[in-house]
């Protein structure tokens, strides 16, 4: 019974774009997760900061209740205050949310201009979304990619077997062509789609973009662990929606350079044939030896008879 449930629920997890964090989530995770980019960081650091502040004034006022509750019960004959205005406690009880609410604004603030800010990219990556593929064009370098789910997985599905979580331990979460990033590289991404609004999301990269028909949206990443890092569309876009994954691989730089020379040059166009030497200009043939012996001959004889 847990095996059964333990594929039927891989199937689901994997099936649920909102859910596909747990691909990559740690059992039992409760906390929102670091994150392998800049950008994921950020969103990570000020979850933090805000988190930490709550818990702070959670303990404080229900602390407090709890004091008051228990140590001022009317079983201990505690009686009620009377009173209708105290200005120093309204003042407290406005200026402190203000501060705090400043002390969680202003780094917020200053992360989320740096999230949208895609100047001094070294690459740009064109992504458009297609029912239901992504195409990749590595602007400037001449290579594109079409990724879609992996052969494997769509058998299994059109098939109706059960997926074991053994052999196929990304189910559905695998596709043919691999999006390949450098690491430790700010890679500008400018986001579109080809028919309906679909969604890039990879959760470990710390954001998601939408893709739409006739509008460019841009995001960036820099991955600072190389790895393979996989997520959904995240954007209701037909009926194969659940069947849109994507798959990043992060490697060094000197390893992508490697990868995307090679693409290059399996992508280049064969080269023209040399041009055909031109043909050499036809002579007369010499006369043979002993024809010419004959006309020598000839020639004499006239002149001798003439003698």
């Known amino acids: 019974m847990q095996a059964r449930f333990s594929r039927w ?13 747990a691909a990559d989530a740690k059992p039992w995770q409760l906390n929102m997760g670091r994150g392998v980019t800049t950008s994921s960081q950020h969103a990570y650091d000020a979850h933090m900061l805000a988190l930490i502040i709550c818990i702070a004034i959670g303990v404080l006022v229900f602390g407090a209740m709890g004091y008051a509750m228990f140590k001022f019960r009317h079983a201990k004959g505690a009686v009620p205050a009377q009173f209708s205005h ?13 501060l705090l609410l400043v002390i969680m604004a202003v780094p917020a603030t200053a992360k989320l201009i740096a999230m949208y800010d895609t100047r001094e990219s070294e690459m740009t990556v064109k992504v458009t979304g297609v029912q239901w593929m992504w195409k990749y064009e590595y602007l400037g370098e001449d290579v594109t990619l079409t990724s879609r789910l992996s052969r494997e997985s769509d058998r299994i599905r059109q098939s109706g077997e059960r997926p074991d979580a053994a052999t196929n331990p990304h189910y559905l979460l695998e596709v043919d062509h691999e999006l390949v990033l450098p690491t430790d590289t700010k890679v500008r991404f400018v986001i579109t789609s080809d028919d309906v609004i679909h969604a890039w999301w990879v959760p470990a990269l710390g954001w998601k973009q939408d893709a739409i028909p006739g509008i460019i949206n841009e995001a960036w990443t820099e991955i600072l662990e190389p790895g393979t890092y996989r997520g959904q569309c995240a ?3 037909g009926k194969d929606h659940g069947f849109m994954p994507i798959v990043v691989r992060a490697v060094p730089r000197a390893e992508f350079d490697q990868w995307l020379a090679e693409k290059k040059a399996a992508n280049a166009p064969p080269p023209a044939p040399a041009p055909a030497a031109p043909a050499a200009p036809e002579t007369a043939e010499p006369a043979p030896a002993a024809a010419l012996s004959d006309t020598a001959a000839q020639a004499a004889t006239p002149a001798a008879t003439a003698g």
């Open 9 to 21: 629920g891989l199937a689901v997890l994997a099936s649920v774009p909102g859910l596909a964090l």
């Open 86 to 98: 105290n200005t120093t406690a309204e003042v407290i009880w406005t200026v402190v949310p203000v």
């Open 235 to 237: 954007e209701l876009c």
